[in-house]
């Protein structure tokens, strides 16, 4: 996301002569598709547009059938409270993880770019250089459509089909990230999770399989 708008180069150090990738549309938004990537491997990237240049890594996920440990940290509903937003973070960045996990309420007002700039703010020293996979929560929801969640978190095939549940895999474990605010006694999110459940049990390699969701459907209040 650029201020003012304009074209985006994203530029990869990977082995041999560093590869620019670039969108070229004067827009403020941008997301930017990266191919060819081995596993398990730490890029050095910069964004480059406007005269400036941000530099961070990222790491990629290991092959399916690597059995090495894996960590990760799961967090949750820092709902533009800085304050407590920057002492989590602060304690996350201490922490060595190969991902981050977010349970949903980003923000106090999923329709507020104000908001979302809070966090962005809070967050940029850990999220520059981890991948972050993400459940919607309420928060979200009060924009219609959860619009600025599916721009910021949501995977290609996630936008691609305008739907809030998703799943991704990391190794031997497979994440899958649900809707908590659709009914999942029945209807497009319950349906959505069985065939996404029986799909897994067929991948090979699959150790764990992990649910996540801001609301649980079992909860002594809410």
């Known amino acids: 996301e650029v201020d003012p708008p304009a074209p985006v180069t994203v530029r990869l150090e990977s082995p041999g002569k560093p590869r620019d990738i670039v969108d070229a549309t004067v827009g403020a938004w941008h997301s930017v598709h990266v ?12 964004i480059l547009s406007n005269g400036a240049t941000s530099t961070a890594t990222f790491t990629t996920a290991p092959p399916d059938d690597d059995t090495a440990p894996i960590s990760f940290l799961v967090y ?9 937003q920057a002492s989590v ?9 190969d991902f981050l ?3 949903g309420d980003f923000v106090d007002d999923g329709a507020s770019p104000a908001n979302w700039q809070v966090f962005f703010d809070v967050e940029e020293g850990l999220i520059k250089d981890h991948c972050l996979y993400a459940a919607v929560g309420n928060h979200e929801l ?7 969640f599916m721009r910021y978190f949501g995977t290609e095939h996630a936008q691609k089909d305008h739907r809030l549940d998703d799943t991704i895999r990391w190794s031997m474990v497979r994440f899958f990230f649900i809707n908590g605010w659709g009914s999942l006694a029945s209807g497009p999110d319950r349906d959505w999770l069985d065939k996404a ?8 390699g699959i150790v764990w399989r992990f649910l996540v969701v801001h609301h649980g459907p079992y909860s002594s209040s809410l």
Do not use: N
């Open 35 to 46: 191919d060819g990537l081995s596993p398990k491997t730490t890029y050095k990237y910069s």
């Open 76 to 84: 949750g509903d820092s709902r533009t409270d800085a304050i407590k």
């Open 89 to 97: 973070v602060r304690a996350m960045q201490g922490e060595t993880s």
């Open 101 to 103: 996990i977010y349970t």
């Open 142 to 148: 009060t924009e219609g459509g959860a619009g600025s």
């Open 197 to 204: 459940l029986s799909d897994a049990d067929a991948e090979p």
